[in-house]
């Protein structure tokens, strides 16, 4: 075989290769003032991440092993923070790298993870959203007020924001189909822009709905010693995604206003595929009473009981395996699972917990206090600076659990280097809220991404609606946090 070959197989894609130029620059700058080696050894690791993530250069799976064998080595032969002359050593290296996987965070993810697999499995998802849309009108205003409606419900069964999505979809192209419009019309791209948009929404209201939520959860508990509840993420955030549901419904309305008010066939084409589905089966309705059970306990922490939401969903992750009770066996659940999402969540909350560990975090909240001027600002100002950010930076992500993964240890750090009147816990969970603004491009979150391949708008209609989101979000959460999250403790 000749070079000419062989030489393509060879090429590192240019994110990669950036990565890692950017690592090692930071690894040979000169020595920072107040930062020790692991520090910015660990400060190379993230840069590192961070690249590789906004680029894609390759899977997320493939960037959380690489990861963890730089952390490894980099950290492993860097000296320790409490004995210079002593290294952290390989062993303990890894420990740290590993430790996100000791989480509880985790654990709640992988039964979210099982949860969403068996609403697929039993097909209860489809039937709830189907009997949702089956008691609207025909009109198309009434469609979409259906599909928001639908996205609220299956946010607080279907632990799965893209598990979500991917029963919509199919659901509400069967209603397109059923009106008789062009795929390409206006009424057909605003109901999937909305699909989409809504479950960013609700992503924010509910702390189950979204992998990111739990991995905020995590970093909460591990980064603070405490967390927020199950209630009380919901009582500050579905709030605001109440007001934005209305508002997404207004600029879908202005944006991509349907192309006629009523539709004959839609809503009798819903019924027909109720229909078909047949009556409720046993495994159904064994699953709607074991997930109803589980909202009763998310909902009642800390009221009613001490049980905390991960160590009661792994009850209820049991009873869905569990031989006669559950309603599917490890078997068929297995190939349902997106274990690389298991595998980059705990290498997550390693990466953020590591960064605070080493020293890292401290240091660097310290120079962008100074450097941004932050210190003596209020709560509310802290909150506008660090939400608009996030914003900002969430357009190179294509994961809001990568963007957390990334940002919020280095934010926590930067609350707790402020002090004063700020809660950490508190701007912790806004900011967690914040992660979730993934309006302007399909690229920035898997739920866009599944919708635009139905070929039934462009990038620039979803970013005409999601200009209108991100303004609005953002101007509502800045009300908010002058008033109802100020009422309540949070800020």
């Known amino acids: 075989m000749s070079a000419n070959a062989v030489s393509p197989s060879l090429r590192l894609p240019w994110g990669l290769l950036l990565a890692l130029l950017a690592g090692l620059a930071i690894i040979f700058l000169p020595e920072q003032a107040g930062l020790p080696l692991a520090g910015q050894r660990m400060l190379a690791i993230l840069a590192f991440a961070v690249i590789v993530w906004i680029s894609e250069a390759v899977s997320y799976e493939v960037s959380a092993i690489m990861i963890l ?152 508990q591990k980064l603070l010693g405490q967390s927020v509840t199950w209630t009380d993420w919901l009582i500050a955030g579905a709030p605001w995604s109440l007001l934005m549901s209305a508002v997404l419904y207004w600029v879908i309305l202005r944006v991509m206003p349907p192309e006629t008010d009523r539709i004959e066939g839609g809503k009798e084409a819903v019924r027909k595929a109720l229909s078909e589905l047949g009556p409720m089966t046993f495994d159904e309705r064994k699953l709607l009473a074991i997930v109803l059970t589980l909202l009763g306990f998310w909902a009642t922490e800390g009221k009613l009981h001490s049980f905390d939401t991960a160590s009661t969903t792994l009850v209820g992750l049991a009873a869905l395996l569990m031989p006669g009770l559950g309603v599917m066996s490890w078997k068929q659940a297995q190939p349902r699972i997106p274990w690389g999402t298991v595998i980059v969540f705990g290498v997550g909350i390693s990466l953020g917990g590591a960064v605070l560990a080493t020293g890292a975090g401290t240091w660097l909240a310290k120079l962008l206090v100074t450097h941004l001027g932050m210190d003596g600002l209020s709560p509310f100002w802290v909150f506008a600076v660090l939400g608009g950010f996030l914003i900002i930076i969430h357009l190179g992500f294509a994961s809001a659990t990568a ?61 005409r609606t999601g200009i209108w989101l991100t303004l609005v979000g953002y101007g509502l959460m800045l009300v908010f946090a002058l008033t109802w999250w100020r009422w309540l403790g949070w800020m």
Request: some cysteine.
């Open 69 to 220: 064998a730089l952390m490894a080595f980099l950290l492993g032969s860097a000296p320790t923070l409490a004995d210079p002359d002593k290294l952290i050593g390989t062993k303990d290296a890894l420990n740290m790298a590993l430790s996100g996987f000791a989480n509880s965070a985790l654990a709640l993810v992988a039964s979210a993870l099982f949860i969403a697999a068996a609403m697929t499995q039993t097909g209860l998802d489809k039937r709830i959203a189907l009997l949702t849309l089956s008691k609207v009108g025909a009109s198309t205003h009434r469609v979409l007020l259906g599909a928001i409606v639908v996205t609220i419900l299956l946010s607080f069964i279907v632990p799965s924001a893209t598990a979500r999505v991917a029963c919509m979809v199919p659901i509400m192209m069967g209603v397109i189909a059923a009106f008789g419009v062009d795929k390409r019309s206006a009424f057909a791209g605003g109901i999937i822009i909305l699909v989409a948009q809504a479950t960013s929404i609700w992503n924010v209201g509910i702390q189950t709905s979204a992998a990111q939520n739990l991995l905020t959860a995590g970093f909460m």
């Open 403 to 463: 963007l957390t993964s990334a940002m919020l240890p280095i934010m926590i750090a930067l609350l707790l280097q402020l002090g004063g009147d700020i809660n950490p816990l508190g701007m912790s969970m806004l900011l967690g809220y914040v992660v979730s603004f993934g309006f302007l491009l399909p690229i920035n979150a898997p739920q866009n991404m599944v919708c635009i391949g139905t070929d039934t708008f462009t990038a620039r209609q979803f970013l």
